[in-house]
T-cell receptor, first 116, second 112 residues
Framework: NAGVMQNPRHLVRRRGQEARLRCSPM?????VYWYRQLPEEGLKFMVY????????ESGMPKERFSAEFPKEGPSILRIQQVVRGDSAAYFC??????????????FGPGTRLTVL | AQRVTQPEKLLSVFKGAPVELKCNYS??????LFWYVQYSRQRLQLLLR??SRESIKGFTADLNKGETSFHLKKPFAQEEDSAMYYC??????????????FGSGTRLSIRP
C-alpha cells in the first residue's frame, strides 16, 4: 500500500491562473480530507469528502475554491484565479470507511503551491 | 470555540534531558486528542492518542480536563526525536468521520 498520494508535489502558478491539486487516498479508504498550511502556521481544515459527496466544507473559502471526490479517480482541490495569499502547502488525508471506532487520518506528502 | 494552542514555536533541549511539549485545548464536550509528528522530509503521522494511554517511542501524554491540557512528555530526549510536533483535536470526537483541528506546532530540537 503506497499510502496517500498527492500530485504534483510542487506547483507554480501566476496570479489569475487555475490550480488543480490531486489526492489519491489509501486503498480501501473512502473518506478524504483537505488541509491547508500557511507559512508558520498549523494545518487548517478545509473540506471533508466521501465518494461523490461533500460532507463538511466549513473550512473552505467561499469563493474560488472547490473540491470533488468522484466515483472513479482521485480527489481534486481546485483553486480558480489564484492570488498570492493562496501560496501554501495543501495536505490531503484519508481514513477508512465508517465503522471504525476512531478517526485515524493518514496524510499525504502535500502539494506546495507558489503563486507568483 | 474549538481551539488547540501550542504556546512554544521552538523547544531546544540537550540529549538525555526531559522534554515537555505543551498543549491546551478548548472544547465544550469530552475531547478526543492526538499528537502528530513530522520528521524531516517525511509526512505527518500519528504519534499517539489520549484514549489509548500508550507510550510511543518513550512519549506519553495525559489528558487533564481540569486544566484543559494534553502535554507531551518524554523523560530522556534522543537526537532522533527532533521533529515538528502537532497537538490535535478531533471534531466531533470518537467518530470515524471527523475533522481535525491542529495546533500551530512546536519544533523540537535535540542538541547532542
Amino acid at each position: 500500500n503506497a499510502g496517500v498520494m498527492q500530485n504534483p508535489r510542487h506547483l507554480v502558478r501566476r496570479r489569475g491562473q487555475e490550480a488543480r491539486l490531486r489526492c489519491s487516498p489509501m486503498k480501501g479508504h473512502s473518506h478524504v480530507y483537505w488541509y491547508r498550511q500557511l507559512p508558520e502556521e498549523g494545518l487548517k481544515f478545509m473540506v471533508y469528502l466521501q465518494k461523490e459527496n461533500i460532507i463538511d466544507e466549513s473550512g473552505m473559502p467561499k469563493e474560488r475554491f472547490s473540491a470533488e471526490f468522484p466515483k472513479e479517480g482521485p480527489s481534486i482541490l481546485r483553486i480558480q484565479q489564484v492570488v498570492r495569499g493562496d501560496s501554501a502547502a495543501y495536505f490531503c488525508a484519508s481514513s477508512p470507511k465508517s465503522g471504525s471506532s476512531y478517526n485515524e487520518q493518514f496524510f499525504g506528502p502535500g502539494t506546495r503551491l507558489t503563486v507568483l | 470555540a474549538q481551539r488547540v494552542t501550542q504556546p512554544e514555536k521552538l523547544l531546544s533541549v540537550f540529549k538525555g534531558a526531559p522534554v515537555e511539549l505543551k498543549c491546551n485545548y478548548s472544547y465544550s464536550g469530552s475531547p478526543e486528542l492526538f499528537w502528530y509528528v513530522q520528521y524531516s522530509r517525511q509526512r505527518l503521522q500519528l504519534l499517539l492518542r489520549h484514549i489509548s494511554r500508550e507510550s510511543i517511542k518513550g512519549f506519553t501524554a495525559d489528558l487533564n480536563k481540569g486544566e484543559t491540557s494534553f502535554h507531551l512528555k518524554k523523560p530522556f530526549a534522543q537526537e532522533e526525536d527532533s521533529a515538528m510536533y502537532y497537538c490535535a483535536l478531533s471534531v466531533p470526537p470518537y467518530s470515524s468521520a471527523s475533522k481535525i483541528i491542529f495546533g500551530s506546532g512546536t519544533r523540537l530540537s535535540i542538541r547532542p
